[in-house]
Nanobody
Framework: QVQLVESGGGLVQPGGSLRLSCAAS????????MGWYRQAPGKQREWVAS???????NYADSVKGRFTVSRDNAKNTVYLQMNSLKPDDTAVYYC????????WGQGTQVTVSS
């Protein structure tokens, strides 16, 4: 199993930015693709973005053009740069391995509010 630790969340005003990080305890082959997910209060967890080891990224329509996913393979770390944040982005954000889901970390809370 891989331990995943997310960080970087906080309280931000609408239109603001945050950069999330996710550090994995070790690398496994399935981490060829890494993903970010989020869970808003009262809603199911949803996929936000994913990135391959080579840097090819995909995004949910709701965040396309505002969020950018990146990774540092040497550090087993994935990042999520979030710009133009909206109140609807308020959620706990998690990372995981889409093709081989690992135990979920504690996530990092993002709250977008004025």
């Amino acid at each position: 199993q891989v331990q995943l630790v997310e960080s970087g969340g906080g309280l931000v005003q609408p239109g603001g930015s945050l950069r999330l990080s996710c550090a994995a305890s070790r690398s496994i082959p399935s981490m060829y693709i890494m993903g970010w997910y989020r869970q808003a209060p009262g809603k199911q967890r949803e996929w936000v973005a994913s990135i391959t080891r080579g840097g090819s990224a995909n995004y949910a329509d709701s965040v396309k053009g505002r969020f950018t996913v990146s990774r540092d393979n040497a550090k087993n770390t994935v990042y999520l740069q979030m710009n133009s944040l909206k109140p609807d982005d308020t959620a706990v954000y998690y990372c995981n391995v889409p093709s081989a889901i690992q135990p979920w970390g504690q996530g990092t809370q993002v709250t977008v509010s004025s």
